[in-house]
């Protein structure tokens, strides 16, 4: 199984800040690697496929970026909606799996 | 509108069963390979089942093996998690989720219904 390590657990920043959330996996997902919101209460949205490919109606102020088995996500600008828990899961390999998490909170 | 919309979430007793089901509308529901998604209280995203569009291919979590059926009717757009032996780590929402392929054979789950409850406990 791929362990996918998702870093830091926690972001404390200010609206108007970039971001960078990183995801390590255990062995190479090539570029199988996407992204996802979650907001409290709210179903999971996709945002990056293909490690850097944003999804229908995503702002361009979400870039993805990496191959193997280091990734990021960058929020170039925080907006107040932008806080959330995101995401990486990996469909290189079954079973998929999903990073742990990591929570952009307002500072 | 796509969209997906779950049902059958409840309280069941260890050992019990529960059916989930999972209806889509707006969308060629037998063009999209279909996956079930749980979130335990308080953690993150776990894969449980995927199913593909025909249904020929299913792919299931280590966790839920020999207790956990996902099956699809296409005639009916409607995806199924037949969930036998149930343990009390086995409380989650539970989420079923419409992948798409993207150009370069890359996928995404795109469409996420609102997720039903399952709650195991005596």
């Known amino acids: 199984e791929i362990v996918l390590t998702q870093s830091p657990a926690t972001l404390s920043l200010s609206p108007g800040a970039g971001a960078t959330l990183s995801c390590r996996a255990s062995?190479?997902?090539?570029?199988?690697l996407a992204w996802y919101q979650q907001k409290p209460g709210q179903a999971p949205r996709l945002l990056i496929y293909d490690a850097s490919n944003r999804a229908t109606g995503i702002p361009a102020r979400f870039s993805g970026s990496g191959s193997g088995t280091e990734f990021i996500l960058t929020i170039s600008s925080l907006e107040p909606g932008d806080f959330a828990v995101y995401y990486c899961q990996q469909r290189s390999t079954w079973p998929l799996t999903f990073g742990g998490g990591t929570k952009v909170e307002i500072k | 509108e796509v969209q997906l919309v779950e049902s059958g979430g409840g309280l069941a007793q260890p050992g019990g069963s529960l059916r989930l089901s999972c209806a889509g509308s707006?969308?060629?529901?037998?063009?999209?390979?279909l996956n079930w998604v749980r979130q335990a209280p308080g953690k993150g995203l776990e894969w449980v089942s995927h199913?593909?569009?025909?249904?020929?291919?299913?792919y299931n979590a280590d966790s839920v093996k020999g207790r956990f059926t996902i099956s699809r009717d296409n005639a009916k757009n409607s995806l199924y998690l037949q969930m036998n032996s149930l343990r009390d780590d086995d409380t989650a929402i539970y989420y079923c989720a419409r992948e798409r392929r993207f150009t370069g054979g890359y996928y995404g789950m795109d469409v996420w219904g609102q997720g039903t409850t399952v709650t195991v406990s005596s």
């Open positions: 062995q190479s997902v090539g570029s199988h």
């Open positions: 707006g969308f060629t529901f037998s063009s999209h390979n």
């Open positions: 199913i593909s569009g025909s249904g020929a291919v299913i």
